[in-house]
């Protein structure tokens, strides 16, 4: 639509061109919203609007609040008084959320949600010395995409560097793809430090031990999280030449990990977390599967039990498995298979821990192997890294990737492009917190890109996340996304060069292309960036529909999954009291007020028999070069049984790791459903309560760190 007015004042003075047609969009909106009509009257209605707009301001600006106060006259004055209504109604909403933004001191002009408003205050916004905040989100991602934009420099002094950094940024600022945490927190600032995963090896002596501890804080602080494997310490009991005493074992180490990570919170912003892995073969097998039995002991650790083919094999067979000294390399205990992986399984249907991970699995994919033997992950499993190796990650928002209820290809390609090209940079800009740890990741140059939202996909292409149908879209998505970034990977190495370690990596064929990267995907828990993205977290379902959400302490505010709004505002079976109903169960399988296909498309992690949470994995994980994050949760009344099936069908389906959480198998989580009563409109009662930081997956503090 054409118009004489040709520029508008936003609410924050700026001023920006003037857009007709967005009128038109969001007088359709509303009338659709309130079925009065199919919304035809739309274009008539927002012509009206703009006619008299250029009669009232000739050679004049108008604000956003002329036109909507224009918009509102019309409707009343047409006749569409309900329309005007749901109209003044969410006009005051977002009058609301504004003033409540206010509290945190921020301005948000890319309307993101008033807990993303908050996440972005505590966590990532840069503060003055007194605390304030001096930047906005929008902000925020022109210093990250400027920083990251400079590596291009290193390799093409004439590049068109403000060319890069214009695709960064808008590819942030659209919420298609979003960076690890310390990119977002460290990029363009002092501390420099990109990345957001570490392995550190521990040896057999006091010296490394605490070289490693000190490794640790050095990355806590910086906002990394690290991955060990205790694996090479000689076990508890055995013999100590130089002292003549005996050694105290793995877990008693790593209760120094623990107590150090306590007190050093990573850069203000972020709790440590810390990943500890055990060989089964261990002779300290035992106490390291018991050691969370009570609650508090290894808190900043999630912990995983390495196994091998060859204990899988062994429970198959119902055999005897030796452990292994890793001092002597001689066997100290011979042990049936069955019962270790008895003990595993009940103390994860006990505690949520140990995990499991598949370690010859990890290695057979391991890209240089001739550069050492994978022996841990990330703290959360999805980035098996070498000693001393470090990796970021980045994660592309599926649910802006569609186009008429499908994946739009055509975006998803130019999207990996960017993001591959944006992590590759990384590389070169990050200030890496030790020079081993530089020299390691320059040589393999792995990055991660992986996705998030993909519940929130389903929903919008009407697939039910527990389907055959889902796990061939999951698995033909992720296919697509890793024939791109490997394209990508192969562009960057013609003008850049291979990574320096591709000699002699399982890429070295001679007619092979060479890539400039040894790892390309991962699928992260991306937590807090998808709360800024106002997406499901990673490839997890959706963990409610409606729910109470502790913003800030004192203060808990009504969400509801925003496609499940616009279906029962479409559907005509939306109402207040009916989200709030929702909000006090963990499903809408028994609410009568909801159509059956309704129920059918929304279900949520608790609705979903254990099997489909694996089965979705190992869809992915068959085109993710790392591994991929996925929290099989759990109801209270699960059995150990269940968790059986889920470790033994993990292993079967070529999963490199796995992770269960029975609800309340922890006194804190995150996310409790009918536990807490805030009051609402006066009654109390429990609800399904969120935490600031809980965007889905693991319910446990530590996952969200």
């Not at 009338?31 to 035809?40: A, C, M, R």
């Not at 140990?354 to 980035?383: A, M, V, Y």
């Not at 993990?650 to 995150?670: D, M, N, P, W």
């Amino acid at each position: 639509m054409n118009s004489s007015i040709s520029q508008i004042r936003k609410r924050d003075g700026r001023i920006v061109t003037f857009e007709p047609d967005k009128i038109i969009a969001a007088i359709h909106k509303a009338i659709v919203s309130t079925e009065t009509e199919d919304g035809k009257a739309a274009e008539e209605l927002g012509r009206e609007v703009v006619r008299i707009l250029e009669q009232r301001f000739v050679d004049k600006i108008p604000g956003v609040e002329d036109v909507q106060d224009i918009v509102e006259e019309v409707l009343i004055q047409k006749g569409f008084a309900k329309v005007a209504k749901a109209y003044i109604i969410y006009r005051q909403k977002r009058s609301d959320v504004r003033e409540a933004k206010k509290i945190f001191g921020v301005t948000d002009e890319l309307k993101l949600s008033l807990n993303a408003i908050s996440v972005l205050e505590r966590r990532y916004l840069l503060k003055d010395e007194k605390g304030a905040v001096v930047e906005n989100p929008t902000q925020m991602f022109q210093r990250v995409a400027r920083a990251v934009a400079q590596a291009d420099l290193l390799y093409d002094e004439k590049t068109d560097v403000e060319k890069t950094e214009a695709e960064f940024y808008q590819i942030m600022r659209n919420l298609e793809f979003i960076p690890n945490s310390p990119t977002l927190m460290n990029a363009g600032t002092v501390m420099g430090q990109l990345a957001a995963c570490f392995v550190i090896p521990v040896d057999d002596s006091i010296e490394s031990i605490f070289d490693a501890v000190k490794n640790m804080a050095v990355i806590h602080k910086s906002g990394g999280g690290t991955g060990f494997s205790f694996s090479r310490l000689r076990p508890k009991g055995d013999v100590v030449k130089t002292t003549k005493g005996v050694a105290s074992g793995p877990v008693s180490f790593m209760r120094i990990f623990d107590t150090a990570t306590d007190v050093i919170k990573q850069g203000g912003r972020r709790r440590g977390a810390n990943m500890g892995i055990l060989r089964v073969d261990h002779p300290d097998v035992i106490e390291f599967v018991t050691s969370k039995s009570k609650e508090g002991f290894l808190s900043n650790f999630n912990i995983s039990v390495a196994v091998t083919d060859a204990f899988m094999d062994a429970i198959e067979k119902d055999q005897n498995y030796d452990l292994i000294n890793p001092r002597t390399r001689e066997s100290a205990r011979t042990l049936r298979a069955r019962d270790i992986f008895s003990l595993i399984v009940t103390q994860a249907w006990r505690t949520g821990d140990p995990g499991l991970i598949f370690i010859d699995e990890i290695n057979r994919h391991n890209p240089t192997p001739k550069i050492g033997t994978i022996e841990s992950t990330n703290p959360c499993g999805e980035q098996p890294l070498l000693a001393y190796e470090s990796c970021n990650l980045g994660s592309i928002n599926l649910a802006k990737m569609m186009r008429e209820g499908q994946i739009d290809y055509d975006k998803l390609a130019r999207i990996v492009r960017i993001a591959v090209h944006f992590l590759d940079n990384v590389i070169d800009v990050n200030k890496f917190p030790l020079p081993e740890i530089e020299a390691m990741t320059k040589a393999n140059r792995k990055i991660g890109l992986g996705v998030m939202g993909y519940a929130d996909a389903l929903v919008q292409m009407n697939i039910r996340y527990d389907s055959e149908e889902a796990l061939s879209v999951g698995e033909n998505i992720m296919s697509f996304i890793a024939e791109q970034a490997k394209r990508a990977s192969m562009e960057l190495a013609e003008k850049r060069g291979p990574f320096p370690n591709f000699t002699g990596s399982i890429y070295d064929l001679s007619d092979a292309p060479k890539l400039r990267n040894s790892t390309l995907l991962t699928v992260a828990p991306t937590g807090t960036i998808s709360i800024i993205a106002g997406c499901a977290s990673g490839i997890e379902p959706l963990f409610a529909i409606s729910y109470i959400r502790n913003v800030m302490e004192g203060t808990r505010l009504l969400e509801v999954n925003p496609h499940f709004e616009k279906v029962a505002k479409e559907r005509g079976f939306y109402s207040t009291d009916l989200m709030v109903e929702i909000s006090k169960r963990g499903s809408i399988r028994e609410i009568k007020e909801i159509p059956e296909d309704v129920k059918n498309l929304f279900v949520t992690a608790m609705d979903i028999s254990p099997e489909w949470h694996v089965r979705m994995q190992a869809a992915f994980q068959k085109h993710v070069d790392n591994a991929v994050s996925k929290t099989v949760n759990l109801p209270q009344d699960a059995t150990i049984g269940d968790i059986e099936r889920i470790y033994l069908l993990a292993h079967k389906l070529h999963c490199k790791g796995i992770t269960v959480y029975r609800y309340g198998s922890k006194t804190e989580q995150v996310l409790y459903i009918g536990s807490v009563a805030p009051r609402v409109e006066g009654e109390s009662a429990g609800f399904i309560s969120a935490s600031a930081e809980y965007a889905g997956g693991c319910m446990t503090p530590l996952c969200q760190s």
